[in-house]
T-cell receptor, first 111, second 116 residues
Framework: DVKVTQSSRYLVKRTGEKVFLECVQDMDHENMFWYRQDPGLGLRLIYFSYDVKMKEKGDIPEGYSVSREKKERFSLILESASTNQTSMYLC??????????FGSGTRLTVV | AQKVTQAQTEISVVEKEDVTLDCVYETRDTTYYLFWYKQPPSGELVFLIRRNSFDEQNEISGRYSWNFQKSTSSFNFTITASQVVDSAVYFCALSEFGQGAQKLVFGQGTRLTINP
């Protein structure tokens, strides 16, 4: 089974901190995605990547950046965390023509 | 633009009842994929089904069934004889048909509670 691992299950950070959320997949998938989940809004796409060093903005990229230096790892970066970035963050990966596999999520609280 | 609407925010039923979760979508694409995911309290999204737009056959998997109607842009999900373990948030999603990094567009989710 494909496994998508998010490094932290729960995270508490202070306003203004630089925050890194890490995601690793173990099946050589080309495509990786970062979503945030908020009640009543479902999951919204922040950024995605279709290859190493390649990235595309999703629907809500403001306040975020990403890094993909290696195929298996896709990092989401909050340059200066704010309270409105308190949310559940979900990473996903996809093989070309394949299904999407999601990680267990990181619940981030910014205080 | 693509859009998925799950109008039912929360549903609560008693165990063994049948329950249907509604999903309506909008897209200008003629070919696309539709998905259902389950999110139990543990948080991970569990894949349930993927349909492509040119296959309108209904699908049954155990107690789960899906009704895809292109004419009404709906992809509804029915659980027959519900069980407490079915309690979760369920998401309907849509993606373009293709080989690359097609993003998933999600509905708002429906929180289903099955009471014993």
């Amino acid at each position: 089974d494909v496994k998508v691992t998010q490094s932290s299950r729960y995270l508490v950070k202070r306003t203004g901190e630089k925050v890194f959320l890490e995601c690793v997949q173990d099946m050589d998938h080309e495509n990786m995605f970062w979503y945030r989940q908020d009640p009543g809004l479902g999951l919204r796409l922040i950024y995605f990547s279709y290859d190493v060093k390649m990235k595309e903005k999703g629907d809500i990229p403001e306040g975020y950046s990403v890094s993909r230096e290696k195929k298996e790892r896709f990092s989401l970066i909050l340059e200066s965390a704010s309270t409105n970035q308190t949310s559940m963050y979900l990473c996903a990966s996809r093989l070309t023509l394949g299904g999407y596999t999601f990680g267990s999520g990181t619940r981030l609280t910014v205080v | 633009a693509q859009k998925v609407t799950q109008a039912q925010t929360e549903i609560s039923v008693v165990e063994k009842e049948d329950v249907t979760l509604d999903c309506v979508y909008e897209t200008r694409d003629t070919t696309y994929y539709l998905f259902w995911y389950k999110q139990p309290p543990s948080g991970e999204l569990v894949f349930l089904i993927r349909r492509n737009s040119f296959d309108e056959q209904n699908e049954i998997s155990g107690r789960y069934s899906w009704n895809f109607q292109k004419s009404t842009s709906s992809f509804n999900f029915t659980i027959t004889a519900s069980q407490v373990v079915d309690s979760a948030v369920y998401f309907c999603a849509l993606s373009e048909f293709g080989q690359g990094a097609q993003k998933l567009v999600f509905g708002q989710g429906t929180r289903l509670t099955i009471n014993p």
